[in-house]
């Protein structure tokens, strides 16, 4: 199994920035190859906000590139998405993912992040 705790959510105004901060821990951990930020706003899907390979590469939902960015600290087992330039529209349930053979199968409990004025 694979243990995701969520940090750094809140209330920020437009403009603004937050960094969410996910701790991995668990026996599977190991056979983790991509770890990724997802959202969900209310009344809609879940969508992949950004995720980071084993290796480092990183892919970007169009909506943040250019103003997210995810990075990650092997030593720690920790993944960040610093969140730059922040919209209304950034506002939703915020989670962290990690994937076994590409496939999401581990979720933590989600961080809300609100961006209003």
């Known amino acids: 199994q694979v243990q995701l705790v969520e940090s750094g959510g809140g209330l920020v105004q437009p403009g603004g920035s937050l960094r969410l901060s996910c701790a991995a821990s668990?026996?599977?951990?190991?056979?983790?190859?991509?770890m990724g930020w997802f959202r969900q706003a209310p009344g809609k899907e879940r969508e992949l906000v950004a995720q980071?390979?084993?290796?480092?590469?990183?892919k970007y939902a169009d909506s943040v590139k250019g103003r997210f960015t995810i990075s990650r600290d092997n030593g720690k087992n920790t993944v960040y998405l610093q969140m730059n330039s922040l919209k209304p529209e950034d506002t939703a349930v915020y989670y962290c993912a990690a994937a076994r053979a590409n496939l999401y199968e581990y979720w933590g409990q989600g961080t809300q992040v609100t961006v209003s004025s």
């Open positions: 980071i390979s084993i290796g480092g590469s990183t």
């Open positions: 668990g026996t599977f951990l190991i056979s983790i190859n991509y």
